[in-house]
Nanobody, 121 residues
Framework: QLQLVESGGGSVQTGGSLKLSCAAS????????VGWFRQDLGNERELVSR???????TYADSVKGRFHMSHDHVKNTLYLEMDKLQIEDTAIYYC???????????????WGQGTQVTVSS
């Protein structure tokens, strides 16, 4: 059974950088669509970036040019490199996978536990 574990969150000042990792185990996520989401208190969960299965990488407008998502197929690990961080990037970041029938339905059915990112001035 696929499990996702995020790491790399922390506290940074505005303009700083962080690199999040999402280690997958139990299944090869190369067979899935994958994505990064974030959610802050009082806000709905937001899709930050995604890589569709055999498809392109896309980003939310709010992070374009600052965030970069990648997928190491050998390590079965996803990454989210975040540069020029802003206070509004503060949130819990989750990685997720869309596998099997969920991939066909374009839904994410496996989620990590999340990692906190806090940006302060």
């Amino acid at each position: 059974q696929l499990q996702l574990v995020e790491s790399g969150g922390g506290s940074v000042q505005t303009g700083g950088s962080l690199k999040l990792s999402c280690a997958a185990s139990g299944y090869n996520v190369s067979n899935c669509g994958v994505g990064w989401f974030r959610q802050d208190l009082g806000n709905e969960r937001e899709l930050v970036s995604r890589i569709r299965h055999n498809g392109p990488t896309t980003y939310a407008d709010s992070v374009k040019g600052r965030f970069h998502m990648s997928h190491d197929h050998v390590k079965n690990t996803l990454y989210l490199e975040m540069d020029k961080l802003q206070i509004e990037d503060t949130a819990i970041y989750y990685c997720a996978a869309s596998c099997g029938l969920a991939r066909v339905a374009d839904e994410f059915n496996v989620w990590g536990q999340g990692t906190q990112v806090t940006v302060s001035s």
